[in-house]
T-cell receptor, first 113, second 119 residues
Framework: SQKIEQNSEALNIQEGKTATLTCNYT??????LQWYRQDPGRGPVFLLL?????KEKRKERLKVTFDTTLKQSLFHITASQPADSATYLC????????????FGTGTRLKVLA | GAVVSQHPSWVICKSGTSVKIECRSL??????MFWYRQFPKQSLMLMAT?????????EQGVEKDKFLINHASLTLSTLTVTSAHPEDSSFYIC???????????????FGPGTRLTVL
């Protein structure tokens, strides 16, 4: 079955540095991959979608890469700020014939001032 | 952007009562809506998938008679927790799939969540 893994439960970095979060998946060749942000006590918020034919996608200080050979996506936040502290989730779309998205367990990022 | 609302944002009820949570897609039609449950510091747990006009598909281990889902229109789905007990206390989150026909818009948008506390 499809499996998705995100690196480490928590990541602490200093303000101003670049945070890099990893999402690895197996047994799947998704047409795209998504990243979400979730704050405590809130629902996830959609950030970025990257397609299989896109190597990289950017949105303001966010950058996502998608390596279909390695079956990996990297999520970068440049010039990180304490306000970026949250849990970040990666998600794969439903496989053929299903409606179920596959979510990673998330990585908790804490940006230290 | 696509917005999903959820109501109420929190509810406290007595054991044995039923609680209804509403999920609405405000600016798009959602043929598919999802209901998740999340415990503190844990990942999203899919409870059921509901398609407009048809019966919901429940995940293994989720009691369909306890968690009633109604997806009556393209913009509204409801989750009713029947005869709630303290162990049903959790954070419930709905989401709606915006599937307009292209990959770039096939995205799941989440509501803000409902915190249910059963005394």
């Amino acid at each position: 079955s499809q499996k998705i893994e995100q690196n480490s439960e928590a990541l602490n970095i200093q303000e101003g540095k670049t945070a890099t979060l990893t999402c690895n998946y197996t047994n799947y060749s998704p047409a795209y991959l998504q990243w979400y942000r979730q704050d405590p006590g809130r629902g996830p918020v959609f950030l970025l979608l990257i397609r299989e034919n896109e190597k990289e996608k950017r949105k303001e200080r966010l950058k996502v890469t998608f390596d279909t050979t390695l079956k990996q996506s990297l999520f970068h936040i440049t010039a990180s700020q304490p306000a970026d502290s949250a849990t970040y989730l990666c998600a794969l779309p439903p496989t053929s014939g299903t409606y179920k998205y596959i979510f990673g367990t998330g990585t908790r990022l804490k940006v230290l001032a | 952007g696509a917005v999903v609302s959820q109501h109420p944002s929190w509810v406290i009820c007595k054991s044995g009562t039923s609680v209804k949570i509403e999920c609405r897609s405000l600016d798009f039609q959602a043929t598919t809506m999802f209901w998740y449950r999340q415990f503190p510091k844990q990942s999203l747990m899919l409870m059921a998938t509901s398609n407009e006009g048809s019966k919901a598909t429940y995940e293994q281990g989720v009691e369909k008679d306890k968690f009633l889902i109604n997806h009556a229109s393209l913009t509204l789905s409801t989750l009713t927790v029947t005869s709630a007990h303290p162990e049903d206390s959790s954070f419930y989150i709905c989401s709606a799939r915006d599937h307009s026909g292209s990959i770039s818009t096939d995205t799941q948008y989440f509501g803000p969540g409902t915190r249910l506390t059963v005394l």
